[in-house]
Nanobody, 119 residues
């Protein structure tokens, strides 16, 4: 059994910063990809940023230069540092892991954390 627990969401004014964290626990053999997605009301869930086991990163165009994804392999944790936040960043943010639980590789999702940016 694997669980992902997110933290760090909240309400912030435009131009402010937030840092999201997502820690995985349970039966973990290895973690391949970690990432963050977001879903605004009435919209589909879209990728924000991903980071591979080799620390290669990819970002959505809308967050490049403002958001930074990082990982701590020893803690099975992924972070998303969000700077210069804009009202359009308002969404529920979900962490996403592709990991080997010792039996097979599958995708896991966090429960979601609300980020609200006021203008």
């Amino acid at each position: 059994q694997v669980q992902l627990v997110e933290s760090g969401g909240g309400l912030v004014q435009a131009g402010g910063s937030l840092r999201l964290s997502c820690a995985a626990s349970g039966s973990i053999f290895s973690i391949n990809v970690m990432g963050w997605y977001r879903q605004a009301p009435g919209k589909q869930r879209d990728v924000v940023a991903t980071i591979t086991s080799g620390s290669g990163t990819n970002y959505a165009e809308s967050v490049k230069g403002r958001f930074t994804i990082s990982r701590d392999n020893a803690k099975n944790t992924v972070y998303l540092q969000m700077n210069s936040l804009k009202p359009e960043d308002t969404a529920v943010y979900f962490c996403y892991f592709v990991l080997n639980n010792g039996m097979y590789v599958r995708n896991y999702w966090g429960q979601g954390t609300q980020v609200t940016v006021s203008s």
